[in-house]
């Protein structure tokens, strides 16, 4: 929308030379990048430094389009969005060439020339084989097909490809933007969940409605009914207030509150469709499909997309995830999403099986007692029975286990509390008879450590730290070796003197309890 501006007759003006400068410096500002980047690994590194690929693109398309009075989805925005994306495009390889005049082509120019030219060549048939509509977008592919004359001219170019459509999502935002790369609006009023943000969220009302709906040459009278009208604060019986067809303009990717009126999905693919020949890369664009949507209509989106030529779709359906970061409703945009009333407690039958385990840490004794689905042989329940029955110790360990047994049931899953709860301290603590567990630091660490060896998958165990594993050098598992805590090694026998674990202290055993020592260490 920075290009565009109208005049004092209301006709709307496009800045070409800042347009172009713009591309211009924005593209030699990437490829400057290129050398200046660091990336993820020496492949990438490689490719990135011999082909140069660059991604410029744009953003706000659907902003530009409402606030100019066309419809998304309409044959008029297709063609608009079409004509910058061509001139774009061109501008980018233009000053490509230039650059590779006064410092060389991309390093694997002349093994890929032919492949090159035929793409640019490819751009070209596309722009001269669409049709124009409006003036404005004559003017734009005039000045597109000017640029595009002179560059399937040149003979080298600095960079391997120049354009795509990025998503542009938060930062479009922060840009001001209305909305984000070649998206249409969401919707008229909708809230943002910031990311990196601890659920921050910010509510966002279109700011361009109101100007649109005086360049269409409604009065202060009849915007405010409309607006109210778009926002489904109106009775869907009364009629509208829009002359014509003026209410297409104003639709969105999400229904208008109250009603199912929205942009048709093959809308966005039509419009990805549109401009792709004249980008190099992809496009990122979401395919937004409501609720109802079957699997054949997904399957045939699909194979029309690949017959239109995208090189990429990807498709939303509403309300497939509990959670969605853009939404119409300012509940679901809570730090906190409500999710308590779609878990389900899956209990267990009456009659299951179980496996009970006995084990001693110090001088306690207890009983563990695991529960399991009979379909499945997945842990369900936990029961701890400890020998001093009544004591805050019993009464402890059975609470304990309720809250895991029911949390298990819900749906936890039972990594999480043997990561969260492995290796607390506190008494009774020591030696086990559980050779697998040599040593607990206190019964929560020994209950959790067993539940993590008896239930969850090797890959768990590993990452957990409840294992240790010997691999050859081509990284081939040779034996599993139990850990029995994170400090293993400096761990030492009981203290004589208030029956604390010892650790390690140089060649001695050290309290860090009474400070009691088996040696000259302390």
Not at 48 to 72: A, E, F
Not at 229 to 249: M, V
Not at 288 to 317: F, H, S
Request: aromatic share 10%; proline share 5%; glycine share 8%.
């Amino acid at each position: 929308m920075k290009f565009f501006s109208r005049d004092k007759d209301n006709k709307v003006i496009f800045d070409y030379k800042t347009f172009e400068d713009v591309v211009k410096t924005v593209i030699t500002a990437q490829d400057i990048l290129i050398d200046n980047s660091s990336y993820p690994n020496d492949k990438i590194t490689i490719n990135s430094k011999k082909y140069r690929n660059l991604g410029l693109g744009y953003t706000n398309l659907g902003g530009l389009l409402m606030w100019l009075g066309i419809p998304y989805d309409s044959d008029e925005g297709r063609s608009l969005a079409t004509s910058l994306t061509a001139a774009m495009t061109a501008i980018a390889y233009e000053t490509s060439a230039d650059l590779a005049d006064k410092i060389g082509p991309f390093e694997g120019f002349e093994e890929n020339k032919t492949s090159l030219i035929k793409v640019l060549n490819q751009h070209w048939e596309a722009l001269n084989n669409y049709s124009v509509i409006t003036n404005l977008d004559t003017e734009i592919k005039t000045f597109a097909t000017n640029i595009w004359t002179k560059v399937i001219k040149r003979d080298k170019f600095r960079n391997a490809q120049v354009s795509l459509l990025a998503p542009s999502g938060t930062i479009s935002f922060i840009m001001n933007s209305i909305t984000t790369g070649i998206e249409p609006e969401f919707s008229l009023i909708r809230y943002k969940r910031l990311a990196g943000s601890e659920g921050a969220t910010i509510k966002i009302v279109n700011p361009v409605v109101e100007e649109s709906l005086k360049y269409l040459g409604y009065n202060e009278i009849e915007i405010p009914l409309l607006i109210k009208e778009l926002a489904g604060e109106c009775d869907p019986k009364t009629p509208s207030h829009f002359r014509n067809n003026d209410k297409n303009i104003f639709l969105t990717a999400a229904p208008i509150p109250g009603t199912k009126l929205c942009i048709n999905y093959m809308g966005h693919v039509k419009m990805c469709a549109a401009v792709q020949p004249f980008l190099s890369g992809a496009i990122s664009k979401t395919i937004n499909l409501p609720k109802d949507v079957t699997v054949d209509e997904i399957y045939n989106l699909y194979i029309q997309a690949w017959k239109m030529g995208l090189k990429g779709i990807t498709i939303y359906r509403d309300g497939s995830k509990n959670f969605q970061p853009l939404t119409t409703d300012d509940k679901n945009s809570s730090s906190e999403p409500a999710r308590a009333e779609k878990l389900i407690r899956k209990k267990l039958p009456d009659e299951r099986p179980a496996i009970t385990h006995k084990f001693r840490i110090g001088g306690s004794d207890g009983y563990i007692t695991c529960g399991l689905y009979p379909d499945t042989g997945k842990l369900g329940e936990i029961f701890v029975n400890v020998s001093k029955e009544g004591s805050a110790l019993s009464g402890f360990a059975d609470a304990l286990a309720t809250v895991l047994s029911i949390a298990i049931q819900y749906g936890v899953p039972v990594k999480e509390y043997v990561r969260k709860l492995s290796h607390l301290k506190f008494e009774p603590n020591g030696f086990t008879s559980n050779p697998d567990i040599r040593i607990a630091n206190s019964m929560v660490d020994y209950i959790a450590r067993y539940i993590g060896l008896k239930f969850l998958p090797k890959e768990d165990q590993l990452e957990l730290g409840l294992i240790s594993s010997n691999k050859d050098k081509n990284g081939t598992l040779l034996e599993k070796q139990t850990l029995q805590s994170h400090h293993d090694q400096d761990i030492g026998p009981a203290c004589p003197n208030c029956g604390s674990i010892m650790r390690r202290l140089g060649s001695c055993y050290f309290c860090n309890n009474c400070s009691y020592n088996t040696g000259s260490c302390g």
